[in-house]
């Protein structure tokens, strides 16, 4: 039972370059969430998705698309990376309700 | 504005000293509380969480957590820290159906970092 798996882990850009961050869960959660987390910020909710198709913003969701075409997938995609950008990111998998968030291990990206 | 607030950037104790954590909320009707920890370079982990009756909970780790509607807070506890414990804490909300479509999503405070003085 692999749970959320975010790839890669670490990832250097330059300005202008875009990318897609990958997530995906095995568990077969309803919901899943993109934070990024900042020194003294905490973790920030970018985008969040409650179903398959269906797909919300959150804190800070600029910069960033994303899209859920399965239940287990969800990628976030930077189309022009800005040093801005230059966080660790959490890709999130939680059944909702009464349950417990799962989370990858993170994305350090580094854009130059 | 919702929000939730830890007042507390940093915080050191001595090992064997109790602990406490604040979080606050600010959303009309009670969310879903949570405390997580973040060790150095590591993922999250969840300590604890509140959904509703008995307002003591108990997590993993000797941890506990108080809820206190009147104060609108969740705070973390623990009777006697040890080394192991320095790390970042986390107070997190699942908003309520009045402000987000009901408990489907996670808003994070800004983290409570822990040092432990031996």
């Known amino acids: 039972n692999a749970g959320v798996t975010q790839t890669p882990k670490f990832q250097v850009l330059k300005t202008g370059q875009s990318m897609t961050l990958q997530c995906a869960q095995d568990m077969n959660h309803e919901y899943m969430s993109w934070y990024r987390q900042d020194p003294g910020m905490g973790l920030r909710l970018i985008h969040y998705?409650?179903?398959?198709?269906?797909?919300d913003q959150g804190e800070v969701p600029n910069g960033y698309n994303v899209s859920r075409s399965t239940t287990e997938d969800f990628p976030l995609r930077l189309l022009s990376a800005a040093p801005s950008q230059t966080s660790v990111y959490f890709c999130a998998s939680w059944g909702g309700g009464k349950t417990e968030a799962f989370f990858g291990q993170g994305t350090r990206l580094t854009v130059v | 504005a919702q929000s939730v607030t830890q007042p507390d950037i940093h915080i050191t104790v001595s090992e064997g000293a109790s602990l406490e954590l604040r979080c606050n909320y600010s959303y009309g009707a009670t969310p879903y509380l949570f405390w997580y920890v973040q060790s150095p370079g590591q993922g999250l982990q969840l300590l604890l969480k509140y959904f509703s009756g008995d307002t003591l909970v108990q997590g993993i780790k000797g941890f506990e957590a108080e809820f206190k509607r009147s104060q609108s807070s969740f705070n973390l506890r623990k009777p006697s820290v040890h080394w192991s414990d320095a790390a970042e804490y986390f107070c997190a909300v699942a908003p309520p159906w009045r402000f987000s479509g009901g408990y489907n999503k996670l808003i994070f405070g800004a983290g409570t970092r822990l040092a432990v003085h031996p």
């Open positions: 998705s409650v179903g398959a198709g269906i797909t």
